[in-house]
């Protein structure tokens, strides 16, 4: 539990019972409780207050009427508050509310990406009548994002979106800065009227709205900047970009309006936002999708959109797990955008970052296996784009007939058209095309090391197949002779642990030697047992175009963990994909048990640490193409973190590193080939 957390039991105001923590997010805590008199179940948000601000009288004449206010607005897609009050212990306020069971708005554009028109309209619709009866009473929400959209039932027929933290989500640590000239909010969401002069009205509300909606179409927010301060210019200089096929369409005008730079030229308020949006045909919406999200395609379900049954479907599957009320998410920083033509706004055009990579279209991956009662199993990810209503058949024949003649033409003078063809990988592995993506990790990201992660272009010039689990001690077994693994308990397929760079390097080499390869790596001056004391005092590497196994890039590592998304983990869940200290009781686990990647790969966190070939030092400045990182130290990377790591160290941009000799108990590898075109 985390420090200055109330415990289980802790009466609130002699009358709130905590039963346990739900969430702990970036400005408060959130428990359920339960109310002792009527005997309901209800959720507490406890404020994180700074002592200072907690004594203030001002403070809470300000929390009181901010909580009465947003309390006075009745409407089913507004949060219930029942009451609120301050805990005696710490001076920090709460708010007592309805328990809900769902999940936020950013987690599910996160999970799931772009949403159908249909889709996406519907749950704007449901926000803007909330936000519409607020108005009504003279009250703006001026945090508006998606972590204060909520989605209970999300998917299912008696979906609800509900719109959290009326006026509270400004009584958090930041309350104090409105009195020093600074601006509290998200800065991917502030509107250009409250940057510059503190200005909130309705049309600040309208211009956020239209912001989340534009996410909502295509998967990625409007601004994207790491920046906070790069963030306000764009807004306040109305450098929005919004793709063409959305401006293009008939929703562009309602779009344009909302986010007009000038706040007296928008809608006036949430119900002339959605006066203007119901006179929008959904059908003739188009967006680029330009974010799928970060789950495995195995876990999206038939969403109806794209390829599905239709674009007026929703989203068919179910979120039983996700029951966190109102849990506050950092943002986390997508970078690499689309490569479509985009046009700003207002005024003019951002500079577009590079295009983002494309991830592996073909692999070999593991069959389906049974897990937790359902059968799952990866899917070959590709990145969808999006679908005309109508077929336009005159076209298709024309560029048929276009089509014909040219692959004629190919044939004739023997060229190979499209992309290079690879032939599959061996049984255990996934292909790994090359592409280009994003190492390290934005500077907010939660858990991020304060150097060490800095996040940089990197181009990826050879394909390679990755071995879809981790080594395990029957592999290692078969191989070696020995069994080092710390915990033989854990059975056969548990990975290998316990080993040694060196270990490693000595496997591949003998994994190579098994099929007829050649090795990778020249040892020198080796002594002692593998597993056991095995040193090597020299070693020198093939390089990138040897044909054997051996252990993967840094940049290899990474690219594959990732597996195209630009998030801290492949899947927000961490407990769906990962075993560490939160969820293995204290022992690794048998590999794939849990879902994989994207593109096929189990275990890329969580269960062994990995080692790779690099060195640790820092980051090349700039881009870099095919990294192996210095070779002058003797202490060597190892990523992905382990069973009994904490979830901050699961995370696809975290670097660990020890000495070539060290061993310990949640410590393994996986092993990489460099694999040639046809």
């Known amino acids: 539990m985390p420090p200055g957390a109330l415990a289980p039991g802790t009466l609130l105001d002699g009358r709130y019972e905590i039963r346990r923590l739900l969430a702990v997010g970036g400005f408060a805590s959130v428990y359920e409780a339960r109310q002792l008199k009527i005997e309901r179940i209800v959720a507490i948000k406890v404020l994180g207050i700074t002592p200072g601000v907690a004594a203030d009288?001002?403070?809470h004449t300000r929390f009181e009427q901010e909580a009465r206010a947003a309390a006075s607005i009745e409407h089913p897609g507004v949060v219930t508050i029942h009451d609120f009050g301050i805990v005696e212990s710490s001076g920090a306020p709460f708010i007592v509310m309805e328990l809900m069971r769902g999940h936020d708005l950013e987690t599910e554009l996160q999970q799931y990406g772009a949403m159908a028109p249909a889709v996406a309209v519907r749950r704007h619709m449901a926000a803007l009548d909330a936000l519409a009866a607020a108005h009504t009473k003279g009250i703006v929400h001026k945090d508006l994002k998606p972590s204060n959209l909520f989605l209970v039932n999300a998917g299912e027929d008696d979906e609800i979106v509900k719109v959290l933290d009326f006026g509270i989500a400004r009584m958090g640590p930041d309350a104090q800065l409105t009195r020093t000239g600074q601006v509290p909010g998200t800065p991917r969401y502030l509107a250009p009227e409250y940057i510059d002069d503190g200005r909130a009205g309705p049309t600040l509300d309208v211009y956020q709205m239209g912001l989340i909606l534009v996410e909502m179409l295509t998967g990625r927010p409007v601004v994207a900047e790491s920046s906070p301060f790069r963030c306000l210019m764009i807004h306040s200089a109305g450098q929005l970009e919004i793709p063409d096929e959305i401006l293009e369409s008939p929703l562009g005008p309602v779009v344009q309006r909302a986010l007009t730079l000038q706040p007296e030229d928008r809608y006036l308020d949430a119900a002339a936002f959605a006066e203007a949006l119901r006179a929008v045909r959904v059908s003739e919406i188009r967006a680029p999708i330009l974010s799928l999200g970060d789950a495995p395609m195995h876990a999206r379900g038939n969403r109806g959109f794209p390829g599905g049954v239709g674009l007026d479907s929703a989203p068919l599957r179910k979120t039983s797990e996700d029951v966190i009320f109102g849990e506050d998410t950092v943002e986390e920083v997508t970078t690499g955008p689309e490569n479509r033509s985009s046009r700003a706004?207002?005024?003019?055009?951002?500079?577009?970052?590079?295009?983002?990579?494309?991830?592996?279209?073909?692999?070999?991956?593991?069959?389906?296996?049974?897990?937790?009662?359902?059968?799952?199993?990866?899917?070959a990810a590709q990145i969808a784009q999006p679908v005309s209503a109508q077929p336009r058949w005159g076209l298709i024949a024309a560029v048929?007939?276009?089509?014909?003649?040219?692959?004629?033409?190919?044939?004739?003078?023997?060229?190979?058209a499209g992309p290079p063809d690879y032939p599959p990988p061996p049984p255990g592995f996934a292909l790994m095309v090359p592409g280009t993506f994003y190492m390290g990790s934005p500077d907010n990201e939660p858990g991020r090391a304060l150097i060490g992660e800095e996040r940089h272009k990197v181009q990826l010039t050879r394909a390679f197949v990755l071995g879809t689990t981790e080594v395990t001690r029957s592999d290692w077994k078969r191989v070696m002779g020995s069994d080092p693994s710390s915990r033989p308990a854990c059975g056969e397929q548990c990975p290998v642990d316990n080993v040694s760079w060196w270990d490693v390097l000595a496997y591949a080499?003998?994994?190579?030697?098994?099929?007829?390869?050649?090795?990778?790596?020249?040892?020198?001056?080796?002594?002692?047992?593998?597993?056991?004391d095995f040193l090597c005092l020299d070693v020198r590497f093939a390089g990138l175009d040897c044909n054997g196994y051996r252990l993967p890039t840094e940049a290899e590592w990474e690219y594959a963990a990732r597996a195209g998304t630009t998030v801290a983990r492949y899947?927000?869940?961490?407990?769906?994909?990962?075993?560490?200290?939160?969820?293995?009781?204290?022992?690794?686990?048998?590999?794939?048990?849990?879902?994989p990647n994207a593109w096929g790969l189990h275990d890329m966190l969580g269960?062994?640490?990995?080692?790779?070939?690099?060195?640790h030092a820092p980051y090349p400045e700039g881009a870099a193409k095919d990294p192996l990182g210095p070779d002058r130290r003797f202490e060597r990377v190892h990523r992905g973190g382990g069973w009994t790591s904490a979830a901050s160290d699961c995370r696809a941009a975290r670097r660990d590193y020890n000495q070539t000799t060290y061993r310990f108990s949640d410590l393994g590898f996986r092993l990489a080939r460099t694999w040639q075109a046809n």
């Open 345 to 379: 706004v207002t005024v003019a055009q951002v500079p577009k970052d590079p295009p983002a990579p494309r991830p592996p279209l073909a692999r070999q991956t593991p069959a389906p296996v049974e897990r937790r009662g359902a059968v799952v199993g990866p899917q």
């Open 607 to 615: 269960n062994v640490w990995e080692w790779v070939w690099d060195d």
């Open 57 to 59: 009288p001002e403070f």
């Open 509 to 532: 080499n003998k994994r190579s030697e098994e099929v007829g390869l050649g090795a990778c790596y020249e040892l020198k001056d080796c002594s002692g047992a593998h597993g056991r």
């Open 400 to 416: 048929a007939a276009v089509g014909a003649v040219v692959l004629a033409v190919v044939a004739w003078l023997g060229v190979a």
């Open 571 to 595: 899947v927000s869940r961490l407990d769906n994909i990962a075993w560490y200290e939160g969820n293995s009781g204290g022992n690794p686990r048998p590999v794939a048990q849990m879902a």
